[in-house]
């Protein structure tokens, strides 16, 4: 039970409201003084009927203007208050006594030394860090804010000290004790690239593996020319991301970069958003290629893309201009193209599904990014980066990776790639259940075998007509390298006439 009076100041005012609780044997919790006329009071609940006799004798005391019940104490919120947000914050902290000695901790901390609250608080902090003595410093003449870099068990941190000092009589204070922020040198770098608002697109991109290096090397190279780009990849990969990396190492990185969906993109619609619309010599619609001027258009999934929009890109790639839909006026084109897909274009040139001449202009530079499986040194470093991300957007204590957990993301094939593993990370932060380590049963990935994929019940067909259908597939992929019957025979390790057979029972013809 807690009660707001509001009064006037006066001495003895609280010993008088004591006196009336105390016929009642009512026994105060807690009292809160303000300086703004108001008195707060808690105490153990008591009955409705006791409350109605106690709020008018409370009332009838001296400089007393009114009682009501309140749901909590203006202490009690700033306690609450604090506490949300240190247990919010990633950062490390602590505040100590004067003597170094910890009172409170926030879980960031807590995981960091790896222990339960009641192990360290009361404990000298010096206990778990070195490289600073704590005690020594809050013993000097004149305590100052100070940051020094100190280790836990062999990881270094930057701690920052910051001493709490409480007002006395004649202005004159009291050092109470000291608040202690520890920040990893990943969390510093982020800090100090956003102060300097120097961050560009590849400082984004994280790459450990020596797959993932050389893919960025050519990535930077290759921001700095202005011929088409093409990025190939699994789907989740990060194509888009090097794309929007790209444009912004690139001298036209203070135009537009607009990305475009083609798989989203109903073929009835496709060239007038790509290139816009003309009615009556009015231009009705500007389109994407009018809108990006100066700046780079990304074309996500370019295999996606209509006939009839490849003819007019084959045509603003050739000339550097365009025709809107309606229109007679050539349109110069001021852009950068950027392509992506996930699949085997030369292999749709092979069946027609795509122009041949189309895949060579949009083919001038290229470079593959590797799938998770291809560069697993990076899959725990990018759960921890999405870990701590997640956790700050969602105000969710940053938790650690338990061992099962990390053997568990090693060795899962990851077929939706860096995608699939940053919605998992997303999934399992958002349905936190308290737990102090991100567990296998938190992710909730589906079964996947490398080699033979989900495990499921889906499957509709035969064997056979499966078999017809993957060695369709390989012969359309290796035609083009071996474009003779003998060449591809020879390849495959079996006959001449075989192969013909083949070739003519799947309808794989040579490009015309």
Request: proline content about 3%.
């Amino acid at each position: 039970m807690r009660l707001e009076v509001s009064c006037n100041d006066r001495v003895g005012l609280a010993k008088d409201i004591l006196v009336v609780l105390e016929k009642y044997g009512i026994n105060l919790i807690a009292i809160d003084a303000s300086n703004k006329g108001f008195l707060y009071l808690q105490f153990a609940e008591i009955s409705f009927e006791m409350l109605r006799e106690l709020m008018p004798l409370i009332r009838k005391v001296e400089s007393v203007h009114d009682v009501r019940t309140v749901s909590f104490m203006p202490s009690e919120q700033e306690h609450y208050a604090l506490k949300t947000l240190l247990k919010t914050l990633p950062d490390s902290v602590f505040s100590l006594d004067a003597k170094g000695r910890i009172r409170i901790v926030n879980e960031s901390a807590l995981l960091t030394l790896d222990m339960a609250e009641h192990e360290v608080v009361d404990e000298s902090l010096n206990h778990w860090v070195q490289g600073f003595n704590f005690a020594r410093w809050l013993s000097e003449p004149q305590v100052l804010a100070i940051a020094s870099r100190v280790t836990i068990n062999s990881n270094e941190y930057l701690a920052e000290m910051l001493p709490i000092y409480l007002p006395d009589d004649d202005d004159t204070t009291i050092l109470a004790g000291a608040v202690v922020s520890l920040k990893s040198p990943a969390r510093v770098g982020k800090q100090f690239n956003a102060l300097q608002n120097q961050t560009t697109g590849f400082d984004n991109v994280l790459a450990i593996s020596d797959k993932m290096k050389d893919v960025l090397k050519q990535a930077k190279r290759m921001a700095q020319l202005d011929a088409p780009l093409l990025i190939t990849g699994e789907t989740g990969t990060g194509k888009e991301l090097m794309a929007r990396a790209s444009h912004d190492a690139s001298m036209r990185r203070n135009h537009p970069f607009i990305a475009i969906n083609c798989a989203a993109l109903p073929d009835s619609v496709a060239e007038e958003e790509l290139f816009g619309f003309v009615s009556n010599g009015q231009v009705v619609k500007r389109g994407f290629f009018d809108e990006a001027k100066g700046g780079t258009v990304f074309l996500d999934e370019i295999a996606e893309m209509s006939k009839a929009a490849q003819v007019k890109l084959l045509r603003l790639l050739q000339d550097g201009a365009f025709r809107r839909m309606g229109g007679d006026e050539e349109v110069k084109a001021d852009v950068r193209i950027i392509c992506s897909t996930q699949k085997n274009l030369a292999e749709m040139c092979q069946t027609g599904e795509f122009r041949e001449d189309l895949y060579y202009r949009i083919h001038v530079l290229s470079y593959h990014m590797p799938s998770l499986r291809e560069r697993k040194v990076d899959v725990i470093p990018l759960t921890e980066m999405f870990l701590e991300h997640y956790s700050q957007q969602l105000s969710s204590p940053l938790r650690r990776i338990s061992a099962s957990c990390r053997d568990y993301l090693f060795s899962y094939a990851w077929p939706g790639n860096v995608r699939q593993l940053k919605n998992a990370i997303f999934r399992a932060v958002s349905m936190w259940d308290g737990a102090t380590e991100l567990t296998v049963e938190q992710l909730k990935l589906p079964s996947y075998a490398e080699g033979f994929g989900y495990f499921d019940e889906e499957f509709e067909g035969t064997l056979d007509e499966a078999m017809k259908e993957y060695e369709a597939s390989l012969l359309r992929r290796l035609y083009p390298a071996y474009p003779s019957t003998r060449q591809l025979a020879k390849k495959l390790g079996v006959s001449h006439t075989a192969i013909a057979n083949k070739l003519r029972d799947y309808n794989i013809s040579k490009k015309r």
